[in-house]
C-alpha cells in the first residue's frame, strides 16, 4: 500500500496517482529512494518526513539537489552554440495541477545539420519548466522532458513535446533548450529567437508562461509546510516547490 497526503494519509492504489502530484522518475527495482528538492528549501529540512514501506534507503543531500549540470552556451558564439533555437508555440496556457499540458513546439536550425527533411542524431532537444521569473541558465530546480524530432519547417527542424503539469497553483515559465552537438551544450530558446546568428540573445523574461489551477496552494510559511513525499517503491522523485 502506498500513501501520499499529509493529515489523512490517504491511501493511494498505483503510482500514476502520486505522478499526478509530483514528478517521478522511474527507477530500476532496489534503487534508492532520492528526494531532490531546491536549494532554497534546505532550511526547512526538518519540515519533511518520510513515509515508505519496503525496503528503501532515504538520502538527503544538499548534492541531491542539483542535477547533472548544464552546460549551457548561449552567447558564447562556439560552434556548438544552436545557430537559431525558438520555443514556438504556445507561448501561455492554463492547466489543472497534474495534468498532461498541451504540445508544446521549438525550433532549432542549425546550419549544416537541420537542412535536410529528417532529424539530425546530433541534435538533442528538451522542454522545461520552473518557477516563474527564474532564468534556466542559472536556476537548476528548471525540470526538464525530451522532445521528439516532429518535422521540417524549412531549413529548421521542429521538435513537439508534452509534460506533466506540476502539484502547486501558480504561474511557471518554460521553454526549450535543444543542443546540436548530442548532448554535450545546450543553446537555451526564448520566444523571439536566440542562438549564434547576428542579433539573438537569449532572454529570460521572453519564455513561455504556464498558469497552474486547482492544484495545492503554495505555503504561506515554513510552518505549514507538511509532508510531501510519500513512497512505496523503487522511485526517485523531484519536487518543484513555488518560491515562497
Ligand atoms: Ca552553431
Ligand atoms: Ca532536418
Ligand atoms: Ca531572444
Same mark, same amino acid.
Given at each position: ?11 493511494? !492504489?498505483?503510482? *500514476?496517482?502520486? +505522478?499526478?502530484?509530483? &514528478?517521478? /522518475?522511474?527507477?530500476?527495482?532496489? %534503487?534508492?529512494?532520492?528526494? #531532490? ?76 545539420? !537541420?537542412?535536410? *527533411?529528417?532529424? +539530425?542524431?546530433?541534435? &538533442?532537444? /528538451?522542454?522545461?519548466?520552473?518557477? %516563474?521569473?527564474?532564468?534556466? #541558465? ?107
Amino acid at each position: 500500500m502506498c500513501y501520499r497526503g499529509t493529515a489523512d494519509l490517504t491511501p493511494i !492504489t498505483s503510482f *500514476a496517482a502520486w +505522478n499526478l502530484l509530483a &514528478q517521478q /522518475f522511474t527507477r530500476p527495482a532496489t %534503487a534508492v529512494v532520492l528526494l #531532490l528538492y531546491g536549494a532554497h528549501l534546505m532550511s526547512d529540512l526538518q519540515k519533511f518526513f518520510l513515509l515508505f514501506a519496503g525496503t528503501i534507503s532515504v538520502l538527503l543531500s544538499a548534492n541531491l539537489a542539483r542535477a547533472d549540470p548544464i552546460n549551457w552556451v548561449n552567447e558564447t558564439n562556439q560552434l556548438s552554440e544552436a545557430d537559431f533555437v525558438k520555443l514556438v508555440t504556445p507561448l501561455s496556457f492554463i492547466l489543472n495541477a497534474g495534468a498532461i499540458t498541451p504540445n508544446i513546439d521549438g525550433e532549432v536550425y542549425e546550419s549544416g545539420a !537541420t537542412e535536410s *527533411a529528417n532529424a +539530425n542524431a546530433s541534435i &538533442q532537444a /528538451f522542454v522545461g519548466y520552473g518557477n %516563474a521569473g527564474t532564468n534556466p #541558465l542559472i536556476d537548476t530546480s528548471w525540470i526538464w522532458f525530451a522532445a521528439t524530432w516532429y518535422g521540417q519547417v524549412g531549413n529548421n527542424d521542429q521538435y513537439r513535446a508534452q509534460f506533466t503539469a506540476p502539484a502547486y497553483n501558480g504561474t511557471y515559465a518554460y521553454t526549450y533548450r535543444f543542443s546540436v552537438d548530442s548532448g554535450s551544450t545546450f543553446t537555451a530558446a526564448d520566444s523571439d529567437g536566440a542562438g549564434s546568428n547576428a542579433g539573438l540573445t537569449f532572454d529570460s523574461s521572453q519564455l513561455g508562461t504556464m498558469t497552474v489551477v486547482n492544484g495545492l496552494s503554495v505555503p504561506d510559511s515554513a510552518d505549514t509546510f507538511a509532508l510531501l513525499l510519500i513512497a512505496c517503491g523503487a522511485i526517485a522523485f523531484r519536487l518543484l516547490l513555488p518560491p515562497r
